[in-house]
């Protein structure tokens, strides 16, 4: 079945530094990525959608010059939290289609755990 | 605008009782697809149902069960004979139709199995 990648599974790093979330679709192209965010005891919001080869499409009231998405080709999309600061400590974690299974197949990567001190 | 309401915010239940999980959907499409995830302390969501919004026949597997009626607009879970691993958030979540339309998820259910 369709597999999605998702890397670091968990970082670590220094306020004021960025940090760069990588998803792939490791067996399917994907056009159309997904990143949500997830707060501790939250629920998964969505972020933005991630179009290969255009610009992404934010969710009202996420920076899109603070979470820059990169999907550069059909099977990468990269999220950089830039200029991090402890309130973007989250779970973070990325979705894509495998259109080979039709409009249901959507795929979750294993998420990434950010910590920012 | 699309909307999914868990009303129960925490479960706990002693093992081998069993449990339902409600789900509230809000859409105004009328293709849309109703999924349940399981998402352990690890984080990454498990995948357990998908349910077309045209297709209303309950499904059984194992000991999990699921009840779509749209006439509530409801898609509740039942764990049967619930297990210590049943332990975990779970989601419900929907989503539209229409190609490329995002999941909207609920606040998410937190269930606790004691032994």
């Known amino acids: 079945g369709a597999v999605v990648s998702q890397h670091p599974s968990w970082v670590i790093c220094k306020s004021g530094t960025s940090v760069k979330i990588e998803c792939r679709s490791l067996d399917f192209q994907a056009t159309t990525m997904f990143w949500y965010r997830q707060f501790p005891k939250q629920s998964l919001m969505l972020m933005a959608t991630s179009n290969e080869g255009s610009k992404a499409t934010y969710e009202q009231g996420v920076e899109k010059d603070k979470f820059l998405i990169n999907h550069a080709s059909l099977t990468l999309s990269t999220l950089t939290v830039t200029s991090a600061h402890p309130e973007d400590s989250s779970f973070y974690i990325c979705?894509?289609?495998?259109?080979?299974?039709?409009?249901?197949?959507?795929?979750f990567g294993s998420g990434t755990r950010l910590t920012v001190v | 605008a699309q909307k999914v309401t868990q009303a129960q915010t925490e479960i706990s239940v002693v093992e081998k009782e069993d449990v339902t999980l409600d789900c509230v959907y809000e859409t105004r499409d009328t293709t849309y697809y109703l999924f349940w995830y399981k998402q352990p302390p690890s984080g990454e969501l498990v995948f357990l149902i998908r349910?077309?919004?045209?297709?209303?026949q309950n499904e059984i597997s194992g000991r999990y069960s699921w009840n779509f009626q749209k006439s509530t607009s409801s898609f509740n879970f039942t764990i049967t004979a619930s297990q210590v691993v049943d332990s975990a958030v779970y989601f419900c979540a929907l989503r539209s139709g229409n190609y490329g339309q995002n999941f909207v998820f609920g606040p998410g259910t937190r269930l606790s199995v004691l032994p």
């Open positions: 979705s894509a289609r495998d259109p080979t299974t039709g409009r249901n197949g959507y795929t």
């Open positions: 349910r077309n919004s045209f297709d209303e």
